[in-house]
């Protein structure tokens, strides 16, 4: 029987895995809680399930006001773990210090830990009580991750490779041989690797737990702009896919993966199942935004990133000379107020330079002076304050269209 200490330590480690399917489904909490599993769902799932509800125990009732310890300790948990938020996105959502965030998180997590600790020792919990919304915390998930994680570029053959050598202890207790074939020559994709690795992993650990033969083929390779990826089950039923397709951490994968436009399907080839998932090779278009106040180029930032567009900002006409020396855009979004040299001089400067004689620039400015803007060659010309749909909508508008400028006010 585990001390008090060992299940908060063991508490505190699930909770910081709480999405990693492969590092729960062998956790040592779910071997010591032996909780009943619902039907075609896997240990990581119900263990993950477990955790939320118990963090849902520390909910105060609404009479209690939502400034208080009570409540900030169960926000905390709620907001880091399940959320996926990072500390600083947390104390900026409560309007709390870091040193507060510590306080409550430690709090809290002993408050669970506490729950665990008195259920384990009042005997086994019944399984409808571990039924929760999966797909509404799957959901909410994917929303956090994709607003608040910036894209990257990701090199597939290592992240493969490091899929494989995680997923390998698991792959040996279940007495699967894993094989890989990977193309040397993958592109990279444009997505967050931590979600991606993810969504893999859970794909992955599905096929192997599932599995009714014995050895899985991870593959993959390149085809139209897209890295595909294959899981093969050889000698496995369509029986084994049924449970796959059926399960939350397959569904869990999908949703992550649909968060930087990938995609899934299973494939009930006789004595050949397999899952295959599709991610763009696409690289994102570049946005260049020189303009002096800060607050604009945030705004404007969130807007394309959303929008999945690259973006680097200048606040001066000699910042975005280097900016532009370094690389060239596939836009600029340029103010006319800069500090010492004006937008117009570094419209003209663009224009007149080869390299980025032809790159689309959408002059946005207060000032309104919209011939003089297209005489001098600018694209398009919006007028401050900018929605985020007129924003977005003229620059897709801009970059789409072939070599030549527009000559036309948006």
């Keep these: 029987m585990p001390t008090r200490d060992e299940i908060a330590r063991l508490v505190k480690d699930a909770l910081v895995n709480l999405y990693d399917p492969v590092r729960l489904q062998s956790h040592e909490l779910t071997q010591i809680l032996a909780l009943p599993r619902l039907d075609g769902t896997t240990d990581s799932e119900t263990l993950r399930r477990y955790l939320r509800e118990r963090i849902d125990l520390l909910r105060p009732p609404r009479t209690v006001p939502q400034n208080t310890r009570a409540w900030l300790g169960h926000q905390v948990l709620l907001l880091h773990y399940v959320r996926c938020l990072s500390l600083d996105e947390v104390c900026h959502d409560l309007n709390i210090s870091q040193a507060t965030f510590y306080r409550r998180q430690r709090e809290a997590t002993e408050a669970l830990s506490s729950i665990v600790w008195d259920e384990l020792n009042s005997g086994p919990r019944p399984a409808a009580a571990l039924a929760t919304a999966e797909p509404e915390h799957t959901r909410q998930r994917a929303i956090a991750l994709a607003s608040r994680m910036p894209a990257q570029s990701v090199i597939m053959t290592a992240l493969m490779e490091g899929v494989a050598q995680t997923i390998a202890r698991l792959a040996k207790g279940e007495g699967v041989a894993l094989n890989m074939a990977v193309a040397e020559d993958l592109p ?223």
């Design 188 to 410: 990279d994709i444009w997505a967050d690797e931590a979600m991606v690795r993810q969504a893999l992993l859970a794909l992955l650990s599905e096929c192997v737990c599932r599995a009714d033969g014995d050895r899985v083929v991870l593959e993959a390779g390149y085809k139209r702009n897209e890295v595909v990826v294959r899981i093969r089950m050889p000698g496995s039923s369509s029986r084994a896919l049924t449970e796959i397709a059926g399960s939350q951490t397959y569904r869990t994968g999908i949703e992550l993966l649909r968060v930087y436009r990938g995609r899934v399907s299973i494939a009930h080839k006789a004595n050949l199942p397999s899952v295959c998932i599709g991610l763009s090779a696409r690289q994102p278009q570049s946005v260049l935004i020189v303009d002096d106040d800060q607050e604009t180029v945030n705004l404007y930032t969130r807007y394309l990133d959303r929008a999945d567009y690259v973006v680097e900002s200048a606040n001066t006409a000699d910042a975005a000379g280097v900016a532009l020396a370094r690389s060239v855009p596939d836009l600029v979004l340029l103010d006319v107020l800069l500090p010492r040299r004006d937008g117009w001089t570094v419209l003209n400067t663009l224009r007149s330079t080869p390299t980025t004689a032809r790159v689309p620039v959408i002059v946005c400015s207060v000032i309104e002076q919209p011939e003089l803007a297209i005489s001098l060659g600018a694209d398009r010309v919006l007028n401050k304050p900018i929605s985020e749909q007129d924003l977005l909508v003229t620059v897709r508008q801009v970059v789409s269209e072939p070599l030549g400028r527009a000559s036309s006010q948006a």
